[in-house]
Each structure stands twice: as C-alpha cells, then as structure tokens.
C-alpha cells in the first residue's frame, strides 16, 4: 500500500495544529474558565494601574466574584499541598495559573493559630469542615502534583459564611497586589477524583 508524501505531510501538519490548540486543563470546564478570566479582568488593569484604591476595590471584587460562584462540579485541579492528619487537614488545589483553592477541617491549620478571632463573630468551636469524609478518603489515595477533578463551593466552609483568607489582609497596598497576583480563596470540598485526560 502505497502513501504519498503529502498525505503524509498534510497528515503530520494536521497533528501539529490540533497539539497547538489544545485548552489548557483549566480551561476544560466552562463554569471554572468563567471565574478565572473574571479574576483575571478584575486583577490585570488593577495591578497595571499601581493605584492603591484600584487595587483594593479589585481584590474585594474578586471575593465577590467567588462568593457569586458560589457551587462548582467538575473542576480541574492539581494537588499541591496536604497538611495535618486525616482528622486535621488542610489542602491547597491549584485550579488555574496561580490561583488556589484552599480548604480545612482544622482552625489551628487554617489560620496558623494568629487570625482565628477576626474571622467571623460567629462561634469557631464548631468545626468547618472544608473537606467531606469522602474528599477526606480519596487524599489518602493521591500523590502531590496529581491532577485532580473537585467539586463544592467556593467562598465559604460548610455553609458556615467564611470567606476568604485575604479579606484579613486587605490593609494595604502590598497585601491587595499580593492577593491579585496569586489569588487563594477558601472553599469547601465535597468530592475528589484522580482527573481522567481527555481524548
């Protein structure tokens, strides 16, 4: 059987292309690129404009922006942090080019024991949890830097109104850029799966 040069090279210019266009993982799930271009419209003019109040009216926006997100299923993430024991964890999930999801069963780990009292007024004895028992069965499973598919809600830990971490920090300047260079919101995670690559 014979096979003419061109198809061939039509052929191999074909596969080049299509590994060109290929969305990058964090782009696969619709709900998770529209958060992500929306963080990332809120932070670039801000960080661009080196104006104090552009930059903190932008971060506050962004913990807007997660809180109106509220629920997701299926998003891409890769693994990169496991802290404590299996009753106090806490882990951090990268769900986009330096923005992290973060989420804890332990006050000690979530807030380096220094900023629990300025989180909320209501009671810290009851416990978050960030992570479901199932979320919690699955860690154990995984390596760090795994890629990983989660689902829960952002902006909050088990319904208790907890917002993210940098809302505390939002003092100055260097606090906001910091927070909009590499946003890291606090979440509550229900489910976790190795992620399957698509084909």
Not at 19 to 38: A, H, I, S
Not at 104 to 116: I, Q, R, T
């Amino acid at each position: 059987m014979k096979i003419s040069r061109r198809r061939i090279l039509v052929g191999g210019s074909a596969l080049a292309l299509a590994g060109c266009f290929d969305r990058p993982w964090y782009e696969e799930n619709p709900q998770q690129k529209v958060f992500l271009d929306g963080l990332q419209a809120l932070a670039k003019p801000a960080l661009a404009s080196s104006n104090p109040l552009q930059l903190e009216e932008a971060a506050k926006k962004c913990l807007e922006l997660a809180a109106r997100t509220g629920a997701f299923t299926d998003w891409q993430g890769i693994l990169r942090t496991v802290e404590g024991t299996a009753q106090k964890v806490a882990v951090t999930i990268e769900v986009g080019p330096q923005v992290s999801l973060y989420a804890f069963n332990d006050w000690a780990l979530g807030m380096a024991g220094a900023v629990a009292g300025l989180f909320s007024t209501r009671s810290r004895e009851s416990a978050p949890p960030g992570l479901s028992d199932p979320a919690i069965a699955a860690l154990k499973t995984f390596r760090l830097n795994e890629r990983v598919t989660l689902s829960g809600r952002l902006g909050e830990i088990a319904g208790s109104g907890l917002f993210d971490l940098t809302s505390l920090f939002g003092k100055s300047d260097a606090d906001n850029r910091q927070f909009l260079q590499v946003p890291r919101f606090v979440a509550r995670i229900d489910n976790l799966a190795v992620a399957t690559k698509k084909k």
